[in-house]
């Protein structure tokens, strides 16, 4: 079984511009969920997306934005790029039911360097 | 709101000797926890996860975990350390039904396994 994969593995930006990011969830998971890993600042909940639609968003300003596709592989948008933005964005994916809890799988991420 | 608590940013280990990762969470109601570990220039890697029913869970990678609900603490072990533990170890929690399924980490604890 694939695991969630995400490209690029690596993105070089400089300030003031756009980045993407892709990922492509475990087969079978509708739930997907980005994640900011920033050095000194820890594992950061960024977005969740399940059946298209956003669901939650952390505490990040709205140029942080994403949208999820109908084959579930979502985007995760990132606007105006600022020095602070460095980080490794981590992709997640699970199954999602009210009644219980499924783990996330995460992909290798991608680092987005900005200069 | 949850928040997580890893006592010990950095935990040296002899090989072959007991591994302790301390892990406390403060959430109103009984969360569902998890342990993560990352290897360098990876994503996380699911080690166990508790959910209901028993308190001892066990992992993979010889891993296992206790859920103390009167201690509010998820504490992960494995006997013998190995070189290949060498990596950093997220403890993380989620709410069911509470913002959907996003997780909530701890700082992270980096093993440093020595020969």
């Known amino acids: 079984e694939a695991g969630v994969t995400q490209s690029p593995t690596h993105l070089i930006k400089t300030r003031g511009q756009q980045a993407t990011l892709r990922c492509s969830p475990i087969?079978?998971?509708?739930?997907v969920y980005w994640y900011q890993q920033a050095l000194g600042l820890g594992l950061q909940f960024l977005l969740w997306?399940?059946?298209?639609?956003?669901?939650n968003r952390g505490n990040f300003p709205p140029r942080f934005s994403g949208r999820q596709f109908p084959n579930y592989s979502s985007e995760l948008n990132v606007n105006a790029l600022e020095l602070e933005d460095s980080a490794l964005y981590l992709c997640?994916?699970?199954?999602?039911?009210?009644?219980?809890?499924?783990?996330?799988?995460f992909g290798d991420g991608t680092r987005l360097s900005i200069l | 709101a949850q928040s997580v608590t890893q006592l010990g940013s950095h935990v040296s280990v002899s090989e072959g000797a007991l591994v302790l990762l301390r892990c406390n969470y403060s959430?109103?109601?009984?969360?569902?926890l998890f342990w993560y570990v990352q290897y360098p220039n990876q994503g996380l890697q699911l080690l166990l996860k508790?959910?209901?029913?028993?308190?001892l869970v066990k992992g993979i990678n010889g891993f296992e975990a206790e859920f103390k609900k009167s201690e509010t603490s998820f504490h992960l072990t494995k006997p013998s350390a190995h070189m290949s533990d060498a990596a950093e170890y997220f403890c993380?929690?989620?709410?069911?039904?509470?913002?959907?399924?996003?997780?909530?980490f701890g700082g992270g604890t980096r093993v440093l396994v020595k020969p």
């Open positions: 508790y959910t209901t029913g028993a308190t």
């Open positions: 959430s109103s109601v009984p969360p569902y």
């Open positions: 087969s079978g998971h509708t739930s």
């Open positions: 997640a994916s699970s199954l999602w039911t009210v009644t219980s809890n499924q783990p996330q799988h």
């Open positions: 993380a929690v989620s709410m069911i039904k509470a913002a959907g399924n996003k997780l909530t």
């Open positions: 997306y399940d059946e298209g639609e956003e669901r």
